[in-house]
């Protein structure tokens, strides 16, 4: 059985004043939630915090040929991507920088030329045949830091313009 639902008068009951407190209190919540929507509305997408970051940079025929030498290394010549590779602007040169496990000069000089190799193999022609550039080996500084196990890695050796330079001083914790 259904039961009918008689209609109310709202006249029916009389509404209780709210005290002056329930008022401010409401009054309260209303205006920190138009307020939650006008800051909702108002809020711009979110920008970088440091605006040189949007700077326009100018990309050279140099850093192309530095990312792509990086890629070289790393696919081609079979070797880890533990290298990073960048077009130093200054000294105008692709330079990059070795991280290895070898412990003296000599055994850091034998991983180098297996850097040197893929220059030479895929480094140059690509600078040849894509940007028309004839670069030589000594147009690519490579620095081989000893990545020290425990503490940071430090220079050991670097072959710049051709010829290899021993780094000054091995960290103090590394002298026999």
């Given at each position: 059985m259904m039961r009918s639902i008689a209609p109310r008068s709202i006249t029916a009951r009389p509404i209780a004043p709210r005290s002056v407190a329930a008022r401010f209190?409401?009054?309260?919540f209303v205006a920190a939630g138009l307020a939650a929507l006008a800051l909702a509305a108002a809020a711009q997408p979110a920008e970088a915090g440091n605006k040189r970051l949007s700077q326009s940079y100018s990309y050279t025929v140099g850093?192309?040929?530095a990312t792509r030498t990086a890629g070289f290394f790393r696919v081609v010549a079979g070797l880890e991507a533990s290298t990073l590779v960048y077009y130093d602007r200054?000294?105008?040169?692709?330079?990059?920088y070795i991280v290895g496990s070898a412990e003296d000069v000599a055994s850091a000089k034998r991983e180098i030329e297996?850097?040197?190799?893929a220059v030479k193999e895929y480094v140059l022609p690509y600078a040849k045949g894509q940007h028309g550039i004839d670069l030589s080996e000594n147009?690519?500084?490579?620095?081989?830091?000893?990545?020290?196990?425990?503490g940071s890695p430090f220079e050991l050796v670097r072959r710049e313009n051709g010829q290899y330079k021993a780094a000054a001083e091995a960290p103090g914790d590394l002298k026999e």
């Open positions: 209190v409401a009054a309260r850093d192309d040929i200054k000294a105008q040169c692709i330079v990059s297996g850097f040197v190799s147009d690519v500084t490579l620095i081989y830091f000893n990545d020290g196990g425990d």
